[in-house]
């Protein structure tokens, strides 16, 4: 099963590097469904990978002189995702408390992961079709951030899809250039999160074993996915995109099945 999980982390932060999506929304709905920790463990794993991922993809973008990053538009996006990150793991923690049983925490999230996936599959196949906006407001930033940031820690995603349809519409961005946002957007609101379960004592009972071979499997995810990334095109990209997000409808359709059978 370790196995599976490594495999699974790869994939997910390879294709995750490829089109901005971070690698949360395959890493998290998968794991749920073969049962390897709770609801908590495995969103706390899922976000250390993703951090990973995220941090190396930035940073080496940085260093090789190859970042798209536009510092007044991106940073306020990313330091409202941070922000909003802290809030969305307290509501987590606040529905998950609504609940006797944990694993009706995990079809709420399966649920909801399953209806904002399908939106995003549906925006992405006819983005072309639909008018864009082009915000430069630092507050509307902060606010769009906030609300990623929320979006994204209380289902345990680190970001993704949500991103990505987000920069389209309300900054216009192609599709490398938002994968590229997305994942600085990710890397802060994910750092934070992470922070946070550290701080308040998340990680207790994570295996920590595991926990360091997903991170490496993160970081070897990020570094073949910026070299795919940069062999190919946008259109290649968002075919690779709306592939992923039928696979995780699928999947999350039967983490909903389960739960409700737990």
Do not use: H
């Not at 970001?159 to 987000?166: A, S, T």
């Amino acid at each position: 099963m370790q196995v599976l999980v490594l495999l699974v982390s790869f994939f997910a932060c390879t294709v995750g590097a490829i089109c901005g999506i971070g690698g949360g929304i395959i890493i998290k709905p998968v794991l749920d469904a073969t049962g390897v920790a709770d609801v908590a463990t495995i969103n706390f794993l899922s976000g250390c990978t993703v951090l990973s991922m995220t941090l190396y993809s930035v940073l080496k973008a940085k260093l090789s002189g190859t970042s798209t990053i536009d510092p007044k538009t991106d940073t306020p996006l990313a330091i409202g995702a941070a922000v909003g990150g802290l809030a969305g793991k307290e509501l987590f923690s606040i529905v998950a408390g609504l609940f006797p049983d944990p694993n009706t925490a995990g079809a709420v999230q399966a649920g909801l992961l399953l209806l904002i996936t399908l939106g995003t599959l549906v925006y992405t196949i006819y983005k072309e079709k639909i008018p864009t906006l082009n915000v430069t407001s630092m507050v509307a930033c902060l606010a769009i951030g906030f609300a990623l940031g929320v979006c994204s820690s209380f289902l345990g995603i680190g970001g993704g899809p949500i991103n990505l349809v987000v920069l389209f519409y309300f900054f216009t961005m192609a599709t490398k250039r938002a994968a590229s946002s997305s994942l600085y957007i990710i890397l802060f609101s994910q750092a934070t999160s992470t922070a946070s379960s550290i701080v308040t004592g998340g990680y207790v009972g994570v295996d920590l074993m595991l926990l360091a071979a997903m991170v490496v499997c993160g970081i070897l995810g990020g570094i073949v996915g910026r070299k795919v990334n940069s062999k190919i095109d946008d259109k290649t990209v968002d075919k690779l995109f709306m592939g992923l997000m039928v696979l995780i409808i699928l999947i999350n359709a039967y983490n909903i099945w389960k739960f409700a059978l737990a």
